[in-house]
């Protein structure tokens, strides 16, 4: 499958087909969470011959470590130390807040210590960046010594936990394509070894009230248009994506509760176009609530939000209904999408590290839709949403 990347600030930049002779075309699939399960992953992983790279957030995915539900033998973690113990350079960055002070902190850290005892290289993410929140796995990579290798990068939205397997709507996109991977390599290894400042970031509200907030010397040179880099550009391409929709716009997030995003679904839902709006949020994050009663409030046909009511910590193994809403992605008139670890707030695009990506292959976006409608409209999969009329909150204010 070719894969065609929109370059959002700039042009749209057409990839080669597979037919048209060009020795790397950029092959590209979508994972759909809990449909495809770990074998995408795994199959991944399964290549790799000189080095893996992967920033993550939160990693349990291990059978050895006793959590609900369980990782099976055949656990994301496991192919991570079986390579290791090959030979292959598995270097890993984790999340340090969720390592040392989240709800699954000692699931974590047993993860780590088995993955540092099969010879892998762990590092916890500087606290330059909020929260290091991306979610990305590197496979044969260029590196230093070997600059002329290519390999294949996934882009996700999940964690590697157990639950994302089986309770959480979640995307991934795989690339080769040769630009991408490279950007993404060279960023990992610029954060890998980022050391923490003098004065940590601080979460804030608002851009302005940010301690410390992340310079852009805090990453690498970045130039791939269909990269979006928090806290580097994420936030103005989200915002020109969803402004180029005239028909249609779906979003599924976990959180909604940027002003300026907001405000910019208001603007789109009021334009001459009036496109049709479909939002799916995640039916336990509180904090959206002011977010759904604005955009409710404006009382619009062509502008509806439904959540997804299941628990982000679901009880079984296989894929239970109804999912609990953790993907982020966005797709504008059918033939441009998103899809990424970049939740639609301040603090999730101006104040951690984050990655997305965005395509138009019309298979992947085709496959990302029927799995929006069906989740939006099936029965059980979820609900309307409800303006709220106490604890909403501070009100959302639009310019």
């Not at 890998?192 to 400042?197: E, G, H, K, S």
């Not at 976990?254 to 009036?274: F, H, R």
């Not at 966005?330 to 695009?349: K, W, Y």
């Not at 989740?375 to 609900?383: E, I, M, Q, R, T």
Request: charged share 15%; glycine share 8%; with cysteine.
């Amino acid at each position: 499958m070719r894969i065609v990347l929109l370059v959002i600030l700039s042009s749209i930049l057409l990839l080669p087909s597979c037919g048209g002779g060009d020795s790397n075309p950029g092959l590209s699939s979508l994972i759909i969470q809990p449909d495809d399960g770990r074998d995408p992953i795994l199959k991944t992983i399964a290549k790799a011959t000189d080095n893996i790279r992967l920033a993550i957030y939160e990693i349990t995915d291990l059978q050895s470590v006793t959590q609900t539900p369980a990782a099976p033998a055949d656990s994301v973690v496991q192919a991570l130390i079986d390579k290791a113990r090959s030979g292959v350079s598995v270097r890993i960055i984790v999340d340090q807040n969720q390592y040392s002070t989240g709800s699954s902190a000692l699931l974590i850290e047993q993860t780590v210590a088995a993955l540092r005892a099969a010879g892998a290289i762990v590092h916890l993410s500087s606290t330059a960046f909020c929260v290091t929140h991306q979610k990305t796995l590197v496979i044969d990579g260029p590196t230093t010594a070997n600059p002329g290798l290519s390999g294949t990068a996934i882009i996700m939205s999940l964690n590697l936990m157990p639950g994302y397997f089986g309770g959480t709507r979640d995307y991934a996109v795989i690339t080769s394509e040769t630009g991408i991977v490279k950007e993404v390599s060279s960023v990992f290894d610029s954060d890998f070894v980022l050391v923490n400042p003098h004065s940590a970031c601080y979460y804030a509200h608002s851009p302005g009230d940010t301690y410390y907030p992340p310079g852009a010397s805090d990453t690498p040179s970045v130039s791939e248009g269909n990269l979006l880099w928090s806290p580097v550009n994420s936030k103005p391409k989200l915002l020109q994506l969803m402004g180029s929709a005239t028909k249609s716009l779906e979003i599924t997030t976990e959180e909604l509760t940027d002003t300026d995003m907001v405000c910019k679904i208001e603007a789109i839902a009021n334009s001459a176009a009036k496109p049709n709006i479909r939002i799916l949020l995640s039916g336990d994050t509180g904090s959206n609530a002011p977010a759904v009663t604005k955009l409710l409030g404006l009382d619009l046909p062509n502008l509806s939000i439904r959540i997804m009511p299941g628990q982000p910590t679901p009880p079984a193994t296989t894929p239970v209904t109804p999912l609990y809403m953790h993907g982020k992605q966005i797709i504008a008139d059918g033939t441009q999408a998103f899809v990424g670890s970049e939740n639609l707030t301040n603090t999730s695009l101006l104040q951690n590290r984050e990655l997305g990506i965005l395509f138009t292959d019309p298979e992947m976006i085709a496959r990302l839709y029927a799995v929006f409608i069906s989740d939006f409209s099936a029965s059980g999969n979820s609900l309307p949403a409800q303006t709220c009329t106490l604890n909403c909150g501070t009100p959302i204010n639009c310019p």
